[in-house]
């Protein structure tokens, strides 16, 4: 089935307004955050108006209507990804999956699978987001381990070339982004994969990129956990998700503690209850974990593949009409070979903030800046880009709106 954005709009209520002076509003900031389809907002509204109670809490029927609501969402957001049920994790963000990972294996006693001794090693990339690089720099600092990267090449790929140089009988952890949100560019998974099998490490993937973007099945992929966010799935803010293996998820420490996560408690001691439930301390965010699941039905019946074959179509014109553009550099692949929908550019000496207040003025929503990626940024040799950022609600009516505003910003700056 060919996706068509012009009625894939008419779900998102954003698009019937104007901006600047009447102005269309074309959208190309997804990797910040997508737009909303009315049936996220009906599914929150309605939790609100007719369900809502402390789930997995109270015995009366709001409270059990409320409780079937979340774990019917956790059975959606498990389908969509290919795992179990118990593997599904709710948090706030992705953010905070990624630093329950790097806490509760920070608390991993000796003897846990988990315990980091000085000298063990931890693997990440030039290439990750400030979520999946911080919490690991700070694990690293609290427990004595190394922190170690790949590095990325001016063409915006990962270099492998010393990959087993990189992944040692030492490393512990490897965590990687799935798709960068700077560059845009996928990683070999499966080759860096199978290096961490055969040094037996736990592999972490930050899919916030990829997961909203492409069908993901965890199974598929060979790794041990995942993240990713609601907000950039067409879903809420407020909530994100931690896949794990079931086994290792039991093995872990729990990140916080309080209500709903125990099993017993005296005065002195407690017992946690099984995972997931040991990671879900206090009353979830329920009504958005209700939009979550309502937001992977909706990308579930246009379907993964329907979407991934529309923006590599898209992306490969975007990227054709950009280079067009006399001074423009692209930042990352300039090709869709491993490719996703985020598109970096710089253009001549113009900043990309200017730039970007140039396109805001004629109704184009980008984004500029470092994209919360400063290590990444200073490889490249940019202080900033300019970055569109596509989605299933984007056509190439967009493309060429942005096309015209950038020549136009060309003509006004020079």
């Not at 004595?144 to 990267?149: D, N, R, T």
């Not at 790929?157 to 087993?164: F, H």
């Not at 041990?224 to 420490?253: C, E």
Request: with cysteine; aromatic share 8%; charged share 20%.
């Amino acid at each position: 089935m060919t996706l068509d954005p012009g009625v894939i709009r008419k779900d998102f209520p954003i698009f019937n307004r104007t901006i600047r002076d009447g102005k269309k509003l074309v959208y190309l900031d997804s990797g910040a955050t997508s737009q909303k389809p009315n049936s996220v907002m009906d599914a929150e509204s309605d939790f609100y108006r007719n369900h809502n109670a402390a789930a997995h809490r109270g015995a009366h029927q709001l409270a059990e209507e409320a409780t079937e609501a979340i774990e019917s969402a956790r059975g959606v957001v498990a389908s969509f990804l290919g795992g179990a049920v118990d593997e599904i994790v709710f948090t706030k963000s992705s953010t905070e999956a990624l630093n329950l990972l790097a806490y509760s294996i920070g608390s991993a006693p000796a003897g846990n699978i988990f315990h980091l001794k000085p000298g063990d090693e931890i693997v990440v990339s030039e290439m990750e987001h400030h979520a999946n690089l911080i919490p690991w720099q700070q694990l690293a600092k609290r427990t004595g381990a190394v922190l170690k990267w790949f590095e990325v090449t001016q063409s915006g790929r990962l270099d492998l070339s010393n990959i087993d140089g990189v992944i040692t009988e030492r490393t512990k952890i490897v965590a990687l982004t799935h798709q960068s949100n700077v560059l845009g560019t996928v990683i070999p998974l499966t080759q860096i994969a199978k290096r961490a099998r055969d040094v037996g490490a736990i592999f972490i993937l930050d899919a916030c990129q990829s997961v909203p973007h492409m069908p993901v099945n965890v199974k598929a992929l060979d790794i041990d956990f995942l993240v990713f966010s609601g907000h950039k799935t067409v879903g809420p803010t407020g909530v994100g998700v931690l896949w794990g293996r079931a086994n290792l998820l039991n093995l872990l420490p729990p990140f916080l503690f309080g209500g709903s996560m125990i099993e017993t408690v005296t005065m002195t001691d407690a017992t946690w209850a099984p995972a997931p439930r040991k990671f879900e301390a206090g009353v979830p965010n329920m009504a958005q974990i209700v939009g979550l699941g309502a937001a992977l039905n909706y990308l579930s019946d246009v379907g993964m593949e329907n979407i991934y074959q529309h923006e590599i179509a898209l992306t490969r014109y975007t990227l054709e009409k950009l280079q067009e553009i006399d001074q423009l550099r692209i930042v990352g692949p300039t090709d869709t070979d491993s490719r996703g929908s985020a598109i970096s550019f710089t253009l001549g000496d113009i900043h990309p903030h200017d730039l970007g207040q140039f396109l805001d003025n004629a109704g184009i929503a980008v984004r500029t800046g470092h994209h919360c990626a400063w290590p990444l940024t200073r490889k490249m040799g940019v202080p900033a880009t300019t970055r569109a950022s596509l989605y299933l609600y984007n056509d190439e009516s967009d493309i060429d709106a942005l096309v015209a505003a950038t020549l136009g910003a060309q003509k006004y700056f020079a």
